[in-house]
Every structure is written in structure tokens, then in C-alpha cells.
């Protein structure tokens, strides 16, 4: 048996500008889509045209997710400044989408994952050579770690 990898997609969901690309002919692509057997969609927007207006918020794009989710019946990823642990937490745990996915936050943070799992009592896999520098007051994070 073939193992299953699934297969997504990148959608703009809007690309902000009147007469442009808007959310329900996503709403008809991401039928089509899923039709053919795509597996999930990464919704994002468009940030290419000058004429655009967007108002800017964190987590401004969860909810054309949370509507393709919702319509389509499909998976999805939100993106889109969602840099706190405790959102990112909430667009999932709410249901608006399936997974969150953060760009900038990261590129600022290349730790974000550490600490967001420290935040929300979670816990993370870290190699054994970092074992050592897990904070005292989060001696449960990295899971499974030993120091002799
Ligand atoms: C200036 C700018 C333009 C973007 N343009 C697009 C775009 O045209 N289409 C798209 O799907 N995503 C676009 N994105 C979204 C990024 O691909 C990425 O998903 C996003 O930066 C993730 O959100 P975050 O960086 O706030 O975590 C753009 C992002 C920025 C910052």
C-alpha cells in the first residue's frame, strides 16, 4: 500500500481589491479542489496591489480559513499575524481553522515553538546536547530529556 502523503494548497483567499479576487470564487476553487483530492488549504491573501486596503490585525486572515473550512469542509492552515502562543492556541482550539502557521514571528523567533509550549505547559522534543539549558522553572519541557 502506498503510505498517504497528504497534498495541500496555497490560496490568496482575497486579494483585497474591488473587482479582484475575492472569497467566493476561493470558496468555488476550493471546491474544485477538493473534488480532485486535495487534502487541506494554507489560506493567505494577496498583499500585491497598490489599490489594496487591508486593515491590519493579528490573525487579520483567520477568517476566510475559518469560512473555507466551514463551507468547503476542507482543512486548513491560518496564517497571518499571529504571533502569540495563546492565539495561535485559541484559532485552533475554537475550531476556526486546523493549524496555524507563522512566517515573521518566527523569523524573529526561530525558538517560537519552545517558547509558545513553555507558555501554554506543553512540552517539546529537543536533542539530547540541548537537554542542558531547559530552564529550571520548566523542567518538564523538552520531554523525555535525562541529565545525569
Ligand atoms: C508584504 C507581504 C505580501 C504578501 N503577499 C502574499 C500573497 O500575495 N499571497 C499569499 O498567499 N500570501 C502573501 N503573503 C503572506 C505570506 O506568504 C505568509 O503567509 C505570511 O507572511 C504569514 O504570516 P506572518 O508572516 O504574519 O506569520 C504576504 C505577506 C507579506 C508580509
Redesign the pocket.
Known amino acids: 500500500m502506498q503510505p498517504f502523503r497528504p497534498a495541500g494548497i496555497?490560496?490568496?483567499a482575497t486579494?483585497w481589491v474591488e473587482d479582484g479576487w475575492d472569497i467566493e470564487q476561493t470558496l468555488a476553487f476550493a471546491a474544485a479542489l477538493k473534488v480532485r483530492g486535495c487534502d487541506f488549504l494554507d489560506v493567505?491573501?494577496?498583499?500585491?496591489s497598490p489599490q489594496q486596503k487591508i486593515s491590519l490585525s493579528p490573525g487579520y486572515q483567520v477568517p476566510f480559513a475559518e469560512r473555507l473550512k466551514r463551507d468547503v469542509g476542507m482543512p486548513t492552515i491560518a496564517?497571518?499575524?499571529?504571533?502569540e502562543a495563546r492565539h495561535a492556541e485559541s484559532i485552533v482550539a475554537s475550531g476556526q481553522a486546523d493549524m496555524v502557521?507563522?512566517?515573521?514571528?518566527?523569523l524573529y523567533d526561530p525558538r517560537w515553538p519552545w517558547h509558545a509550549a513553555a507558555e501554554l505547559g506543553a512540552q517539546v522534543d529537543a536533542p539530547p546536547q540541548y537537554w542542558r539549558c531547559q530552564p529550571r522553572e520548566l523542567k518538564a519541557l523538552f520531554r523525555d530529556a535525562r541529565i545525569s
Open positions: 496555497r490560496v490568496s486579494d493567505s491573501t494577496g498583499g500585491l496564517v497571518g499575524l499571529i504571533t502557521a507563522l512566517a515573521r514571528g518566527i
